[in-house]
């Protein structure tokens, strides 16, 4: 089974802090993708990786930057959080263009 | 721009019942179609895809239609249980590098 893993389900930081979400996939998936969901809002997009070193903007990268040095591992990182960047993170990965995504937990991000 | 509307927010229906969710499209046309579930602080979990030369998907108890002329995916649960209450959304084929256009879904409570 394809696996999806996030580091952190909740995280508390205060405005101003850096803060890192981790994903890892263990599946060799080209394609990788941070989005946050918020109530009322849905699924948004923020970025997404079709390949190492390669990144897309998504719907929403304002405030956010991405890495993925390596083919599993898709870091989403707050340079310096707000208030507003309070929500649900959802890391997920697909192997195939047409393929279904695969979700990791979500990572709970609240910021002080 | 593309946008993606499931019309209801929350649907509540009595067991046995058949569920119908409905996901409206406009200003594109999609290769394909996927449905997902939520449970709640999880991650979307796929169900099924359907492709544009599809007209109707069944896994089990879901069916999934697709009416290209109407832009609209009808997703349906017959014999519904306790056990399927959970957030449902649609996603469409976002065109770019495997991206997904996610709906803002609709929260199913199926009522013993």
């Given at each position: 089974?394809v696996?999806?893993?996030?580091?952190?389900?909740?995280?508390?930081?205060r405005t101003?802090?850096?803060?890192?979400?981790?994903?890892?996939?263990?599946?060799d998936?080209?394609?990788?993708?941070?989005?946050r969901?918020?109530?009322?809002l849905?699924?948004?997009?923020?970025?997404?990786?079709?390949d190492?070193?390669?990144?897309?903007?998504?719907?929403?990268?304002?405030?956010?930057s991405?890495?993925?040095?390596?083919?599993?591992?898709?870091?989403?990182?707050?340079?310096?959080?707000?208030?507003?960047?309070t929500?649900?993170?959802?890391?997920?990965?697909?192997g195939?263009?047409?393929?279904?995504l695969?979700?990791?937990?979500?990572?709970?991000?609240?910021?002080? | 721009s593309q946008?993606?509307?499931?019309?209801?927010?929350?649907l509540?229906?009595?067991?046995?019942?058949?569920?119908t969710?409905?996901?409206?499209?406009t200003?594109?046309s999609?290769?394909?179609?996927?449905w997902?579930?939520?449970?709640?602080?999880?991650?979307?979990?796929?169900?099924?895809?359907i492709?544009?030369?599809?007209?109707?998907?069944?896994?089990e108890?879901?069916k999934?239609?697709?009416d290209?002329?109407?832009?609209?995916?009808?997703?349906?649960?017959?014999?519904?249980?306790?056990?399927?209450?959970?957030?449902?959304?649609?996603?469409?084929?976002g065109?770019?590098q495997?991206?997904?256009?996610?709906?803002?879904?609709t929260?199913?409570?199926?009522?013993?």
């Amino acid at each position: 089974d394809v696996k999806v893993t996030q580091s952190s389900r909740y995280l508390v930081k205060r405005t101003g802090e850096k803060v890192f979400l981790e994903c890892v996939q263990d599946m060799d998936h080209e394609n990788m993708f941070w989005y946050r969901q918020d109530p009322g809002l849905g699924l948004r997009l923020i970025y997404f990786s079709y390949d190492v070193k390669m990144k897309e903007k998504g719907d929403i990268p304002e405030g956010y930057s991405v890495s993925r040095e390596k083919k599993e591992r898709f870091s989403l990182i707050l340079e310096s959080a707000s208030t507003n960047q309070t929500s649900m993170y959802l890391c997920a990965s697909r192997g195939r263009p047409t393929g279904e995504l695969f979700f990791g937990e979500g990572s709970r991000l609240t910021v002080l | 721009s593309q946008k993606i509307e499931q019309n209801s927010e929350a649907l509540n229906i009595q067991e046995g019942k058949t569920a119908t969710l409905t996901c409206n499209y406009t200003n594109y046309s999609p290769a394909y179609l996927q449905w997902y579930r939520q449970d709640p602080g999880r991650g979307p979990v796929f169900l099924l895809l359907i492709r544009e030369n599809e007209k109707e998907k069944r896994k089990e108890r879901l069916k999934v239609t697709f009416d290209t002329t109407l832009k609209q995916s009808l997703f349906h649960i017959t014999a519904s249980q306790p056990a399927d209450s959970a957030t449902y959304l649609c996603a469409l084929d976002g065109g770019s590098q495997g991206n997904l256009i996610f709906g803002k879904g609709t929260k199913l409570s199926v009522k013993p």
